[in-house]
């Protein structure tokens, strides 16, 4: 029984982790990072960023988990976390994400004040537009949401103050929200449906979705292909950068003529993941390419 006690506050912390998607809030952070590099911001800019776009972000995230959490417990693939879960009350995950959140927002206001604004912008079209307004309305809800997943480039480009071509990660996040979103719920249709959630597979079907993430998919490409036009970087940048758009284009734009759509579906959520990586790596080391 001691041994049980003294390890419940590590898995406190841990379910309160898992309540922020630390993976993807990863990949969100990492995704404004491009903007300070292209723009060569100094060390106080980079690091007021990464402090309140993790705090944001990860205040965000539990804020969604508290208003979805009713049917993340009809859905077998998030049934476990914590809130469906039991693990955390919805009360104290509420308050976690609000002070998170403010945290974030507060040292934004005094580093950068347009900062705050594009931080803003972020929650309010995650929270009260993508989730609580149109998440179970209309399937085009992730194209609106998409914007709440571009903020945090938006953000690293108003800590650079707006200098360069800072607005290109933004613009390839804005596109890759739905074609990442949509991979997946393709995958898993039925349990989008058995939540009642109209995400576009389950209102258009899965060809058609298939078609639109093809659609997308090459539309990234072509922007992550044609990007070293507009930052001026040498050969290796545009190896890097076509590499990643070939790698997008590869999984994406075949997917409607798949034989296995669900299995090609998940291949092609895991690979516009990657290539977002990869292009967003090649931006932030685009001076020295």
Same mark, same amino acid.
């Given at each position: 029984?001691?041994?049980r006690?003294?390890?419940?506050?590590?898995?406190?912390?841990?379910?309160?982790?898992?309540?922020?998607?630390?993976?993807?809030?990863?990949?969100?952070?990492?995704?404004?990072l491009?903007?300070?590099?292209?723009?060569?911001?100094?060390?106080?800019?980079?690091?007021?960023?990464?402090?309140s776009? =993790?705090?944001?972000?990860?205040?965000?995230?539990?804020?969604?988990?508290?208003?979805?959490?009713?049917?993340?417990?009809?859905m077998?693939?998030?049934?476990?976390?914590?809130?469906?879960?039991?693990?955390?009350?919805?009360?104290?995950?509420?308050?976690?994400?609000?002070?998170?959140?403010?945290?974030?927002?507060?040292?934004?206001?005094?580093?950068?004040?347009?900062?705050?604004?594009?931080?803003?912008?972020?929650?309010?079209?995650?929270?009260?537009?993508?989730?609580?307004?149109?998440?179970?309305?209309t399937?085009?809800?992730?194209?609106?949401?998409?914007?709440?997943?571009?903020?945090?480039?938006?953000?690293?480009?108003?800590?650079?103050d707006?200098?360069?071509?800072?607005?290109?990660?933004?613009?390839? /996040?804005?596109? =890759?929200?739905?074609?990442?979103? =949509?991979?997946?719920?393709?995958?898993?249709?039925?349990?989008?449906?058995?939540?009642?959630?109209?995400?576009?597979?389950?209102?258009?079907?899965?060809?058609?979705?298939?078609?639109?993430?093809?659609? /997308?998919?090459?539309?990234?490409?072509?922007?992550?292909?044609?990007?070293?036009?507009?930052?001026?970087?040498?050969?290796?940048?545009?190896?890097?950068?076509?590499?990643?758009?070939?790698?997008?284009?590869?999984?994406?734009?075949?997917?409607? =003529?798949?034989?296995?759509?669900?299995?090609?579906?998940?291949?092609?959520?895991?690979?516009?993941?990657?290539?977002?990586?990869?292009?967003?790596?090649a931006?932030?080391?685009?001076?020295?390419?």
């Amino acid at each position: 029984m001691g041994r049980r006690e003294r390890r419940r506050p590590a898995e406190r912390i841990r379910e309160y982790v898992r309540l922020t998607k630390q993976k993807q809030t990863a990949l969100l952070l990492y995704s404004g990072l491009p903007p300070l590099s292209l723009a060569g911001a100094g060390l106080l800019d980079v690091l007021g960023y990464l402090a309140s776009v =993790w705090l944001a972000v990860s205040g965000t995230t539990a804020l969604n988990m508290y208003f979805d959490r009713d049917v993340d417990a009809l859905m077998e693939r998030t049934r476990d976390r914590p809130l469906p879960a039991g693990s955390i009350p919805p009360g104290r995950a509420l308050c976690f994400g609000l002070i998170l959140l403010i945290a974030g927002v507060s040292i934004a206001l005094f580093l950068k004040p347009p900062a705050a604004l594009t931080i803003a912008l972020g929650f309010l079209f995650d929270i009260p537009v993508y989730t609580i307004l149109l998440k179970r309305r209309t399937p085009l809800s992730i194209v609106l949401g998409g914007v709440a997943g571009a903020a945090p480039a938006l953000t690293g480009w108003a800590f650079s103050d707006f200098r360069g071509p800072g607005y290109l990660p933004a613009l390839v /996040v804005l596109g =890759w929200v739905p074609c990442h979103i =949509w991979t997946l719920a393709i995958h898993y249709v039925e349990d989008y449906a058995s939540a009642g959630i109209p995400m576009l597979p389950v209102t258009l079907g899965e060809h058609a979705s298939a078609k639109a993430v093809s659609a /997308v998919g090459l539309a990234i490409s072509a922007l992550m292909a044609a990007s070293p036009l507009a930052v001026g970087g040498g050969p290796l940048l545009w190896a890097a950068c076509l590499g990643s758009a070939l790698l997008l284009a590869w999984r994406t734009a075949p997917l409607p =003529w798949a034989g296995d759509l669900r299995g090609e579906a998940m291949r092609a959520f895991k690979a516009v993941n990657a290539s977002l990586g990869v292009y967003l790596t090649a931006l932030i080391l685009s001076p020295l390419l």
